[in-house]
């Protein structure tokens, strides 16, 4: 029903900046906050960034400072600047997306992108 597609990942020297992008697309009434989590190899899937419909933001403590999360409510669409990147930030990162997806649902629906890879090297 509702499809997230992530874009701008790839390799970079520390130190470096990328800009991630995820459209949702799909039967969409309306979309709730949106988020940003990656997952590096061996550790468990965590938050990175979230944004509300009302453009509230909050991130984990390791990127505040280096990381922005933006959305344009109009094209559907998250994106996560990351600027300063550091080694520690490889890793896959995710969009997530919780969604009206009919006018008459009565609860969001979560909905995942596929990934994409970031690799920092030094």
């Known amino acids: 029903q509702v499809q997230l597609v992530e874009s701008g990942g790839g390799l970079v020297q520390a130190g470096g900046s990328l800009r991630l992008s995820c459209k949702a697309s799909?039967?969409?009434?309306?979309?709730?906050?949106m988020a940003w989590y990656r997952q590096a190899p061996g550790n468990e899937r965590e938050l990175v960034a979230t944004i509300t419909n009302r453009r509230i933001t909050d991130y984990t403590d390791s990127v505040k400072g280096r990381f922005t999360i933006s959305r344009d409510n109009a094209k559907n669409t998250v994106y996560l600047q990351m600027n300063n990147l550091k080694p520690e930030d490889t890793a896959v990162y995710y969009c997530?997306?919780?969604?009206?997806?009919?006018?008459?649902?009565?609860?969001?629906?979560?909905?995942w992108g596929q990934g994409t890879q970031v690799t920092v090297f030094t």
């Open positions: 997530n997306a919780n969604v009206f997806v009919r006018i008459t649902d009565r609860a969001l629906r979560q909905f």
């Open positions: 799909g039967t969409i009434f309306s979309i709730n906050a």
